[in-house]
């Protein structure tokens, strides 16, 4: 066991201890556990519940309700996170219930989904939740049973004493240890002794899902609700200039309709802040449709808007974001990262002399890669309930960042942060579309202007026209082999619109003795955000394809040429500031050689490899295609990942595998493109994602076993899937794809 301070959330637990320490019956609501409430479950349930900590209470029959804390946007932390807790309770899982906890920024540090970062940023308070709460029941047993804490063992929620022969379980206990002092430290188990981490559990909501229960955001009714829609200028470098609102005011259903300002002068703004189109019209009606009509017949003028700019608050750090007018196209984007590409940028990391690298270089391969902006493009559309009062709004809906919002929401509504109650609901899709929440802005400040609750519901036209995409991106690689095929210099220039995917120290640097590293940024009133595995998503592919083409060009198998490099970056780093570690790197590319079986021919089978590393963790893939009646088909995709300890296995296996299908998909066909300003595509009848029929027949994840705590796993697998598929696709049909979508107009895959 390991022995740890309690310093995690003291303060909330004693609060909430202190709470629980007069024997408070708290209600359970079955609409929000994780169970049916079948008449034998109800049988089940306690006569009363005892609050250990924040993070989960004890009913008197042993059962256990285990808080969920971060927001459930379909990456199974509602399961895992809770399994964490679970672990070191030593609960039984089975007498376990689990529910999204409220949001509560004092005892549940950084409820936020995004960056793969929530079993990572949770582990350690979690598992010290599970740890304080079962040092607690052993005292309580302690006490009444007249032994040594320390001899008494938990297993399943039953606590032993061996000698003496007692046992009970935690419901018995559960009172007298809600009353105890939280300890000043508490011993947390070995990781050999993990029974639930590490095992595959069902998702909590798996049922709910399936059967169409209410759990989603667009799911919310309230009695006495209004539907609310908004209409936003046509295209970017536009904005209002006046409507007739009398003229839809009188449709069936409408009650109102006016013009809302997302924020107002001084109103303070967080990195969840941004939304280009400040200024909107929002009706606002009985139902969807009646308000879809009267938004089809509101007749509003546009004008162009002038050069503009905010500033938001991101983590501390005050960044201004500025939007030129005009209104741009894909064309003029394009050519204007071709022309700055081509020239010196900004460099950012330089080791050695690459110019003299290069005049010594036997052979020198140089490639440009390209990608265009892309959709979130979430199934559920982005949605949100509002009911704001004089004293206190109530919000509910899907939200990635939710304890943001609590603080910009409160500032534009002029309430406290206690006067502002945001409730999470598991969401349709994120992807990092739901990080930045304007939407829940919007719909509390048109709930206000009202005076009644309301839902604002965009459609898919409204969130495809109004991003925030994923940037538009460009790179050059320059490398440079020796007579003898050894890399000696390698350079890396990279931008977009408007920011650059560049990462300067990741690999190969560390790898090659003569390293630069530059980038640059083009202005633009269009408005980007994160897209999953942000900037990664495209430079790995890119990186990737380049590493490809280079070890073909020395004459290496692509896999071992990768491994000479990490095999230099473990024993002879070039520099200090490489953030990654190249055995972890290495490991992944030997295991995923080892299990696709790299290096036997099969007949007809085209193969790619691809390695990352990101969002803390490093993955490798092999991708099979094989050409059915002359069309390309990915038959199976292979990947290897390590992400430290896995505590779910079949959640982490499903999460790879959707980073993979989606990785390929907007390789493939998906692009936002723009023109006078506007963008082309608005619905899924344009704008192309990944069919069933193209998906890869078959997959294999498998896991690096280590005890390394959880790092990151929502977002590494998908950047290097872009690279093994071009790579694959090369091996196909002799042909190098470079720029992103690969194929968009026509089927390339069968």
């Not at 009695?223 to 009398?246: I, N, Q, T, Y």
């Not at 950012?348 to 959709?375: H, T």
């Not at 991708?623 to 059915?628: A, E, R, T």
Request: charged share 25%; glycine share 8%.
């Amino acid at each position: 066991m390991t022995l740890v301070r309690t310093t995690f959330g003291r303060r909330a637990f004693i609060k909430r201890v202190g709470l629980a320490s007069g024997g408070l019956m708290i209600g359970f609501s079955w609409l929000a556990a994780c169970k049916d409430a079948t008449p034998e479950e109800v049988v089940m349930m306690p006569d009363e519940w005892f609050e250990m900590n924040g993070f989960l209470k004890i009913g008197d029959n042993g059962m256990v309700t285990i808080m969920s804390p971060n927001p459930e946007i379909g990456q199974n932390v509602k399961t895992s996170m809770p399994m964490i807790v679970a672990e070191e309770l030593d609960a039984d899982w089975d007498k376990v219930f689990v529910e999204q906890a409220p949001l509560n920024t004092e005892l549940y540090t950084r409820q936020l989904a995004g960056g793969s970062q929530s079993i990572r940023q949770g582990w350690e308070g979690l598992r010290m939740a599970g740890a304080t709460a079962r040092h607690m029941l052993k005292e309580a047993a302690a006490n009444l049973w007249q032994v040594p804490a320390a001899e008494i063992t938990t297993a399943a929620g039953v606590l032993t004493h061996q000698a003496s022969g007692n046992s009970a379980h935690y419901g018995e206990m559960a009172s007298a240890a809600a009353t105890l002092e939280v300890p000043e430290e508490v011993e947390m188990k070995d990781i050999k002794d993990f029974s639930i981490i590490g095992t595959s559990r069902k998702n909590v909501d798996g049922k709910k899902i399936v059967t169409g229960k209410p759990l989603f955001g667009l799911d919310t009714y309230k009695e006495g609700m209004l539907v609310a829609m908004l209409v936003h200028p046509p295209a970017f470098g536009m904005r209002f200039k006046s409507m007739d609102a009398d003229s839809v005011k009188n449709m069936p259903g409408i009650k109102d309709v006016f013009t809302i300002d997302t924020y107002t002068d001084g109103t303070r703004k967080s990195f969840a802040d941004i939304a280009t189109f400040n200024k909107k019209v929002a009706i606002v009606g009985e139902t969807t449709w009646q308000v879809m009509q009267a938004k089809k017949a509101l007749a509003v003028t546009w004008e162009d808007s002038p050069d503009d700019s905010f500033e938001i608050d991101m983590f501390g750090r005050i960044m201004k974001t500025e939007y030129p007018s005009g209104k741009e196209s894909s064309q003029s984007h394009a050519l204007k990262m071709a022309e700055i590409g081509s020239k010196k940028g900004n460099v950012v990391r330089k080791d050695g002399n690459v110019d003299k690298a290069f005049k010594k270089a036997a052979k020198v391969l140089e490639r440009s890669y390209s990608c265009p902006f892309l959709a979130h493009n979430t199934m559920e559309p982005m949605n949100f309930y509002a009911n704001v009062t004089a004293d206190h709004a109530e919000l509910i809906g899907p939200i990635q960042t939710p304890e943001f919002m609590e603080q910009s929401v409160a500032a534009r509504l002029g309430l406290t942060l206690e006067q502002v109650d945001i409730q999470m609901t598991r969401m349709g899709g994120g992807f990092g579309r739901r990080l930045y929440g304007h939407f829940l802005t919007e719909a509390a400040v048109i709930s206000q202007t009202m005076q009644k609750p309301i839902k604002l519901v965009y459609t898919r036209e409204d969130d495809m026209t109004f991003g925030n995409y994923r940037p538009s991106y460009y790179v050059t690689y320059k490398a440079g082999l020796d007579e003898n095929n050894q890399l000696i210099a390698f350079q890396v220039r990279a931008g977009g619109i408007p920011e650059s995917p560049l990462f300067a120290n990741r690999f190969p640097a560390g790898a090659v003795e003569n390293y630069q590293a530059e980038d640059f940024t083009i202005k633009s009133n269009v408005s980007v955000g994160a897209w999953r595995a942000p900037r990664s998503n495209f430079i790995a592919g890119a990186e990737q394809s380049f590493l490809d083409e280079l070890a073909e060009l020395a004459e290496k198998d692509p896999i071992d040429f990768r491994l000479e490099l990490f095999d230099k970056a473990i024993k002879n780093p070039v520099g200090e500031n490489n953030d990654y570690e190249a055995e972890r790197y290495a490991g992944v590319l030997k295991l995923v050689r080892e299990k696709s079986g790299w290096g036997k021919t099969r007949e007809g089978v085209h193969r790619g490899v691809a390695a990352y590393y990101c969002h803390n963790s490093y993955v490798a893939q092999v991708l099979d295609i094989v050409n059915k009646n002359g069309v390309p088909k990915i038959e199976n995709v292979c990947s290897a990942v390590d992400c430290g300890i896995v505590v779910n296995p079949d959640a982490a296996a499903n999460m790879v595998e959707g980073g993979v299908v989606d990785g390929i998909g907007h390789a493939m066909y998906s692009s936002v493109t723009f023109k006078d300003g506007e963008p082309q595509q608005r619905n899924f009848d344009n704008y192309r994602l990944i069919r069933h029929g193209e998906a890869p027949r078959k997959q294999e994840v498998h896991f690096v076993k280590n005890d390394i705590d959880p790092t990151g796993l929502g977002e590494p697998p998908l950047p290097p899937v872009m690279g093994a598929l071009a790579n694959a696709l090369y091996k196909a049909n002799g042909k190098r794809y470079y720029h992103q979508p690969f194929m968009s107009n026509k089927p390339l895959l069968g």
